[in-house]
Structure formats: C-alpha cells, structure tokens
C-alpha cells in the first residue's frame, strides 16, 4: 500500500485516504448497528420465560401457598437462548466481546420491568 501511495499524487492519496477512512467508519457503525440489533433479539428470546413473573402473585393468592423461598422453576432456563446463541457462534469476531453482558443486562432490566409490574398489582 505505501508502495501504490508512492506513485500517486499526494493530493489523490489524501483524498483517498480520506475516502477510505469514512467508508470502514461507517462499515463500523452499520456492525455495530446490527449487532446491537441481534443482542435485543436474544434478550427478547430470553425474556419469554419472563413472562411467567405475571403470573407468580395469582398462583400463590388462589393456593394460598406461602411466599416462595426458592427461585422458580422458570429461572434456569431465562438464559436459554443466550447459551445456545454463543454455544452454535463461539467463533465470532473479538469485535463482538462483551455482548453476553449486554444481552444479560437487557433481560435484567427486562424482569426488573416485569417484578415492578408485578408489585404495582400487589
């Protein structure tokens, strides 16, 4: 590439230089765009199993039951999809570290969303 820079005039290698520098940032931004796109779509996929937290009052007003001192059985399988997601693409780019961070702190404020609803009804 310095050898190609060489031979060109140095205004048209400037501007290319330029021209490139701006195409890769916006190839940045489009992966970033998209990835961030895929790291809501596991955090939905993980937030289905959420949807049992709505019905954790009514199942214990109707039984009578008292409040539960375990976690439910719900839990173990909220992170479900995101395994399975990393499991079958464990070869990703290093560009994509840290998205198992960002798509756990999206379902935790998703089920933080859920328990505040659930103690509105309370």
Request: with cysteine; net charge neutral; glycine share 6%.
């Amino acid at each position: 590439a310095a050898a190609a820079e060489a031979r060109l005039d140095p205004a048209v290698a400037s501007q290319l230089r330029a021209c490139l520098e701006a195409q890769a940032s916006s190839a940045r931004d489009v992966c970033a765009a998209a990835w961030a796109a895929v790291e809501a779509h596991v955090a939905e996929e993980c937030a289905h199993a959420l949807s049992h937290v709505k019905h954790i009052s009514v199942n214990y007003r109707m039984t009578r039951k008292p409040p539960p001192r375990t976690h439910s059985g719900y839990v173990a399988g909220v992170l479900g999809p995101l395994r399975a997601f990393r499991d079958e693409h464990r070869t990703l780019p290093a560009a994509t570290e840290g998205y198992v961070g960002r798509v756990v702190g999206g379902v935790t404020r998703m089920y933080a969303d859920a328990v505040a609803s659930l103690l509105d009804t309370v």
